[in-house]
């Protein structure tokens, strides 16, 4: 029920940040663009990791979690990816917050079961922290599809980093 609600929120959202008609194409300032080319990679990471959960462990929380993240994001990564002058190469190999190096992708593609559960949350709740801190620096956009979208993923991954404290607590 609540990824049915988590998909349902993120259509209405999504929907309502590209529908924009008082939102020019012209209106995507230098910092909106900057958030949608660092955001695309830092995203693509997240499924990165989504994947390699889906292949790593049987754990229906980490399962359920990993279905969550990829339905979020995944759309988010397409809205981006249509505002005019979003060059999604353009910060690809940069380090943004939250993204995990290449030394700790390695140990959680390495790991399996309990341990990579383990590893899996710890680097997403960090992940997602850094995702928020992004999203924080356009929250106050002009631009209504940015800021839309900044807010969703401020509110969203918050949600989901709670999720991911309780199942580190279990």
């Not at 928020?132 to 929250?139: N, T, Y």
């Not at 999720?163 to 607590?169: C, D, P, R, S």
Request: charged share 25%; proline share 4%; glycine share 6%.
């Amino acid at each position: 029920m609540k990824r049915a609600l988590t998909l349902l929120l993120s259509v209405v959202l999504l929907a309502g940040c590209a529908s924009g008609n008082d939102d020019p194409l012209s209106n995507y300032s230098k910092a909106d663009i900057n958030f949608a080319e660092m955001m695309i990679p830092h995203h693509e990471q997240g499924l990165e990791m989504v994947a390699l959960a889906q292949a790593n462990t049987t754990n229906p929380d980490i399962l359920a979690l990993a279905d969550q993240i990829r339905g979020a994001q995944e759309p988010e990564i397409v809205l981006m990816k249509t505002w005019p002058g979003v060059d999604p190469s353009k910060h690809a190999g940069h380090t943004m917050d939250g993204m995990l190096p290449k030394s700790e992708m390695e140990k959680l593609r390495s790991s399996k079961g309990a341990d990579f559960d383990r590893l899996f949350l710890e680097g997403m709740i960090k992940h997602h922290q850094g995702a928020i801190e992004m999203a924080k620096e356009v929250m106050d956009s002009k631009n209504q599809s940015v800021m839309k979208l900044a807010g969703w993923i401020v509110t969203s991954q918050a949600l989901e980093i709670d999720t991911m404290k309780e199942l580190l607590n279990k």
